[in-house]
């Protein structure tokens, strides 16, 4: 059975960091690329990075670029979204979702219950 489970989420104040992990099970993370979302209240869910499963190519949202850094370590079957210079948007929910598939292009097969983080002053 495939899992994914996000932890890491908190209160921050603006200007600090986040280490989010996503643990997975059920599949060999290897083989797939694994992307980060987060959704604020009232607002639509929206792409904040994506590791690919082959060479672990990142990809992030404009907004985010320069201030989040993705990883991976297959042997612990986690990813990681560090998330560093963080700026005062309130409450939202990370999530982390498998890609069906090696790219970053390709569509999401199972989520995570996602993990909230805070951030304000």
Excluded: H
């Excluded at 959704?39 to 990809?59: F, H, L, M």
């Amino acid at each position: 059975q495939v899992e994914l489970v996000e932890s890491g989420g908190g209160l921050v104040r603006p200007g600090g960091s986040l280490r989010l992990s996503c643990v997975a099970s059920g599949f060999t993370l290897d083989y797939y690329a694994i992307g980060w979302f987060r959704q604020a209240p009232g607002k639509e869910r929206e792409g904040v990075s994506c590791i690919s499963g082959s060479d672990s190519s990142t990809y992030y949202a404009t907004s985010v670029k320069g201030r989040f850094t993705n990883s991976r370590s297959n042997a612990k079957n986690t990813v990681y979204l560090q998330m560093n210079s963080l700026k005062p948007e309130g409450p939202a929910v990370y999530y982390c979702a498998r890609q069906s598939g090696y790219g970053c292009l390709l569509s999401e097969d199972n989520w995570g219950q996602g993990t909230q983080g805070t951030v304000s002053s």
